[in-house]
């Protein structure tokens, strides 16, 4: 089951879990649009993304006439999506702007990411055939300016400090140590605040953090 957040007449707010697609296709056994749609009894509309591997809030529309609506809004920005990401490396700052142009589909696009560190620390790697000793993450919360694909991992990974659990842009011998030590077996990112407007006002929708937290706790 997909938890259902907030539900009125319009939209659903649910929190997707990692590893879940959010738009089927081939290959695709289980996905947002079609497990969702099951567990509802009806056709749901995707208005925005995230990766398959980020868990969190997410937007999704019972009708086409909503859908354009709340495309439209999630596109002006009116609508705010927070992230936290646990980070393999140390941020240049504790907060700041990164702008960095990203590549999509051959072309190069403006990209725009605010971030804060919120909490860091250093797990030390009891292995001795490890050249790596430890490592340094950063606990790193994250607004979107504008919304590239894997816009966040990207520019995390420009600024060495990757996700941890990115195999894909971020620092696989890292991530494999990260798993025995840790227990970090996916992508460190989770979208966990909301902020959309309803009934003439803005409504914050918050999850606590699903991220792996161990390394903090010890």
């Known amino acids: 089951m997909i938890p259902i957040i907030y539900e009125n007449d319009e939209i659903i707010i649910i929190n997707k879990p990692a590893g879940l697609a959010v738009q089927g296709g081939q290959g695709v056994v289980h996905s947002v649009d079609r497990d969702f749609a099951e567990q509802v009894g009806y056709k749901i509309y995707l208005v925005h993304r995230l990766d398959k591997d980020t868990a969190g809030l997410m937007v999704v529309t019972k009708n086409p006439v909503a859908a354009g609506k709340w495309t439209k809004l999630i596109g002006s920005k009116i609508v705010k999506k927070e992230y936290l990401a646990l980070c393999a490396g140390k941020m240049p700052a504790n907060k700041g702007i990164i702008h960095e142009d990203i590549v999509q589909h051959g072309d190069q696009k403006s990209a725009v990411t605010h971030y804060q560190v919120e909490q860091e620390t250093d797990v030390a790697i009891d292995n001795e055939a490890s050249e790596i000793k430890s490592v340094h993450l950063s606990l790193v919360r994250l607004v979107l300016e504008t919304g590239r694909m894997h816009q966040i991992r990207i520019h995390l990974a420009k600024n060495n400090c990757p996700i ?41 929708f918050e999850i606590p953090n699903p991220l792996n937290f161990s390394a903090f706790q010890n």
């Open 164 to 204: 941890a659990g990115d195999d894909q842009h971020g620092n696989f011998k890292v991530n494999k140590i990260l798993k025995k030590a840790c227990g970090i077996k996916r992508l460190q990112l989770a979208a966990v605040r909301l902020t959309v407007p309803l009934d003439g006002k803005e409504r914050i």
